[in-house]
């Protein structure tokens, strides 16, 4: 297994916090992570059910197992637990006691708030980056096998098909999550609905409309997509607002935590057909603008990212905020020759500022040249020379 890049900030989080919480998707390499970083903890997987059962059962005698240190795997099985962790940091608060892993985010940070506020240091890890992922296929610079691929680690540590890989996702971990988190009784229609998303990546969703192509309630939907949200499988872009002088958008667009999820609810079977279907640009995007975030979030940072559209159309595919009116423009084209309306919607932003605020803009596209045009950076991220990413 490669070195993950969050392994700094959650050592540098150890040092600091009694206890460190690391959130994330199902499979995206959390146990292997802290197993690796903190090899002198115990080890309890609260999703056994003989472990759970200690836990519940005499929660300071499961305590009083691992003093020295413990790692309490998928803690959002049992929450009361962290009362119980709290009152052993309160007597002790060394360093790095406690690393505890969830993925159900609503769990975790209500026991969080209500028990270990100012105790943990709370981090994200996601599945792999493209630096990441890239350890294993170097040479590799074309969107579509990413896209195909998605990923997940067990894909490329383990050399998994990603069809079985992710239909055995949907069963084993998605369905199950979410009838923990709901009571969801129409799996047909949320099948069609997960299917229906992935159809509109990259794409303003109204809920009114999704409701009547899955022929259930926008309230309905609005719970799914919550829930979806919430066990890291949907990643909600919102609108930017300001006073600007036009009327903007108001819709969020939504995209795929992992976009190899996204590809197989296509239906899509090899890079070709990732090439060539009416989808590839909003697969691109969600390549990218994934990547970002979770590179960004992989640092110990939490990204401001957002969109620009107007009532004109005019729009800028991401906006990430570096500091008060400093901005980061990003515009994604999935092509490889460098047409001069691909800046459009990046001409409109800039110009609707006010004086005050500083863009830089960038246009990420599938060509080879990296050139500077009117003020923008023009560049693939996808290729092996591009640098890490950084809002610095």
Same mark, same amino acid.
């Given at each position: 297994?490669?070195?993950?890049?969050? %392994?700094?900030?959650?050592?540098?989080?150890?040092?600091?916090?009694?206890?460190?919480?690391?959130?994330?998707?199902? #499979?995206?390499?959390?146990?292997?992570?802290?197993? #690796?970083?903190?090899?002198?903890?115990?080890?309890?997987?609260?999703?056994?059910?003989?472990?759970?059962?200690?836990?519940?059962?005499?929660?300071?005698?499961?305590?009083?197992?691992? %003093?020295?240190?413990?790692?309490?795997?998928?803690? *959002?099985? $049992?929450?009361?637990?962290?009362?119980?962790? #709290?009152?052993?940091?309160?007597?002790?608060?060394?360093?790095?006691?406690?690393?505890?892993?969830?993925?159900? #985010?609503?769990?975790?940070? *209500?026991?969080?708030?209500?028990?270990?506020?100012?105790?943990?240091?709370? +981090?994200?890890?996601?599945?792999?980056?493209? @630096?990441?992922?890239?350890?294993?296929?170097?040479?590799?610079?074309?969107?579509?096998? &990413?896209?195909?691929?998605?990923?997940?680690?067990?894909?490329?540590?383990?050399?998994?098909?990603?069809?079985?890989?992710?239909?055995?996702?949907?069963?084993?971990?998605?369905?199950?999550?979410?009838?923990?988190?709901?009571?969801?009784?129409?799996?047909?229609?949320?099948?069609?609905?997960?299917?229906?998303?992935?159809?509109?990546?990259?794409?303003? $969703?109204?809920?009114?409309?999704?409701?009547?192509?899955?022929?259930?309630?926008?309230?309905?939907? =609005?719970?799914?997509?919550?829930?979806?949200?919430?066990?890291?499988? +949907?990643?909600?872009?919102?609108?930017?607002?300001?006073?600007?002088?036009? =009327?903007?958008?108001?819709?969020?667009?939504?995209?795929?935590?992992?976009?190899?999820?996204?590809? &197989?609810?296509?239906?899509?079977?090899?890079?070709?057909?990732?090439?060539?279907?009416?989808?590839?640009?909003?697969?691109?995007?969600?390549?990218?603008?994934?990547?970002?975030? %979770?590179?960004?979030?992989?640092?110990?940072?939490?990204?401001?990212?957002?969109?620009?559209?107007? @009532?004109?159309?005019?729009? $800028?595919?991401?906006?990430?905020?570096?500091?008060?009116?400093?901005?980061?423009?990003?515009?994604?084209?999935?092509?490889?020759?460098?047409?001069?309306?691909?800046?459009?919607?990046?001409?409109?932003?800039?110009?609707?500022?006010?004086?005050? @605020? *500083? $863009?830089?803009?960038?246009? &990420?596209?599938?060509?080879?040249?990296?050139?500077?045009?009117?003020?923008?950076?023009?560049?693939?991220?996808?290729?092996? @020379?591009?640098?890490?990413?950084?809002?610095?």
């Amino acid at each position: 297994m490669i070195e993950r890049e969050l %392994k700094h900030e959650l050592q540098k989080a150890a040092g600091e916090y009694p206890a460190v919480t690391l959130m994330g998707p199902r #499979q995206s390499g959390k146990t292997t992570i802290v197993r #690796q970083c903190f090899p002198g903890h115990a080890y309890r997987s609260l999703e056994d059910p003989d472990v759970r059962a200690r836990a519940k059962d005499d929660p300071r005698g499961f305590l009083d197992e691992a %003093k020295e240190g413990v790692i309490l795997d998928e803690v *959002q099985r $049992v929450p009361e637990l962290l009362s119980y962790v #709290q009152g052993r940091i309160d007597e002790d608060r060394r360093s790095g006691r406690f690393i505890l892993t969830g993925s159900h #985010q609503p769990q975790v940070h *209500q026991a969080i708030s209500q028990s270990l506020a100012g105790r943990t240091a709370v +981090l994200e890890l996601y599945p792999f980056t493209l @630096s990441e992922a890239r350890a294993y296929e170097p040479e590799e610079t074309r969107p579509w096998p &990413w896209i195909l691929r998605g990923f997940y680690p067990g894909i490329y540590e383990f050399g998994l098909e990603p069809a079985r890989f992710y239909r055995s996702y949907m069963a084993t971990y998605v369905e199950r999550d979410i009838r923990q988190l709901i009571r969801l009784r129409e799996l047909d229609a949320f099948e069609v609905f997960l299917r229906l998303m992935a159809g509109r990546v990259g794409h303003l $969703v109204n809920f009114s409309a999704l409701a009547n192509d899955v022929g259930v309630s926008a309230p309905t939907i =609005r719970e799914w997509i919550s829930v979806l949200k919430a066990s890291y499988i +949907l990643f909600e872009l919102r609108p930017w607002f300001a006073n600007l002088r036009k =009327r903007l958008v108001k819709a969020s667009k939504f995209y795929f935590v992992d976009v190899g999820f996204a590809a &197989w609810l296509l239906g899509l079977e090899t890079p070709e057909q990732v090439e060539r279907d009416p989808l590839r640009g909003g697969l691109f995007e969600n390549l990218l603008i994934l990547d970002a975030y %979770k590179q960004l979030l992989h640092q110990g940072k939490s990204p401001l990212f957002s969109f620009f559209r107007d @009532s004109n159309d005019n729009e $800028v595919d991401l906006l990430m905020t570096r500091a008060g009116r400093h901005f980061l423009a990003v515009e994604i084209k999935s092509g490889a020759t460098f047409q001069k309306d691909m800046l459009r919607g990046l001409d409109v932003f800039r110009g609707a500022l006010d004086t005050d @605020s *500083q $863009v830089d803009a960038e246009l &990420w596209y599938g060509g080879e040249d990296e050139v500077r045009f009117k003020g923008v950076t023009i560049r693939n991220p996808l290729k092996s @020379s591009s640098k890490p990413f950084t809002l610095d």
